[in-house]
């Protein structure tokens, strides 16, 4: 599951690709404890889930409190823990307009270990947020800006996810991900979700549902070209919707 971000229009798109400048995002520091963080140093980056419900928030981790940070102890060794994500570069890249990089980025990801649609969506959302650990994003009631994050997977919900009174299973994913939907959406990001090769009626549902208008946002794709199919419909979207807010 990939964000695609919100920008700082600053042209009209041109040439099906959109021109403008868009506000970076870095990852601050934070001296703690935990799966995710070093002692003394920064964050890892570490994209395990973090406890309930914290996991359907876009709080900022307490440096002091390592029950609010990605990466818990009860679950460091699922599939390598949060030191095996790193070499297989499944590390999250901060807004940017450096179309490049954000494309050698995709490329060099290499899939690892089962589908935690969630999480994606869960940090899509803090790429939009103007909350840390991504900084310089702007406000949600900024009226320059429009956030838009879409949501694609190709299986449904196979890793477990934290919930109330510890649960810890893929039900709860799912239910997770509504609630970070229904919260982002509040929030005033536009969701569009893909479903590609999803046979999984529930999981359908889930996707359809987060979408922000079901009837425009939610797309089902069977292969390559309806892949291409529904990100150009997307395209099309948000190219009406900046001409329409100039």
């Known amino acids: 599951m990939k964000p695609i971000g919100s920008r700082r229009w600053k042209a009209r798109p041109r040439s099906g690709r959109f021109t403008g400048s868009a506000r970076r995002s870095a990852r601050p520091g934070y001296r703690a404890r935990g799966c995710g963080l070093r002692t003394g140093g920064t964050w890892t980056g570490c994209n395990q889930d973090r406890l309930y419900p914290l996991n359907i928030k876009d709080t900022t981790p307490d440096p002091a409190d390592d029950d609010t940070k990605w990466g818990q102890p009860i679950a460091p060794t699922d599939h390598g823990g949060c030191g095996a994500y790193a070499p297989n570069k499944l590390i999250v890249k901060p807004l940017s307009d450096d179309f490049t990089g954000i494309n050698a980025q995709l490329d060099a990801m290499k899939p690892y270990a089962y589908t935690h649609i969630a999480l ?127």
Not at 120 to 127: I, M, N, S, T, Y
Request: glycine share 8%; net charge negative; charged share 25%.
């Open 120 to 246: 994606g969506a869960e940090f899509g959302w803090h790429l939009l947020s103007p909350n840390a650990p991504f900084t310089g994003v702007a406000d949600y009631n900024d009226p320059e800006t429009d956030k838009i994050m879409v949501i694609l997977t190709d299986g449904r919900q196979t890793e477990p996810s934290f919930g109330p009174n510890g649960v810890r299973n893929e039900e709860q994913g799912l239910k997770n991900l509504t609630s970070i939907c229904n919260a982002a959406k509040a929030k005033g990001i536009t969701i569009m979700t893909v479903a590609f090769q999803i046979e999984d009626d529930e999981t359908r549902n889930r996707l359809r549902n987060c979408s922000t208008d079901p009837d425009k946002n939610f797309f089902i794709a069977e292969d390559g070209g309806d892949i291409a199919s529904a990100f150009e419909g997307i395209r099309n979207q948000i190219t009406a919707s900046v001409f329409i807010s100039k």
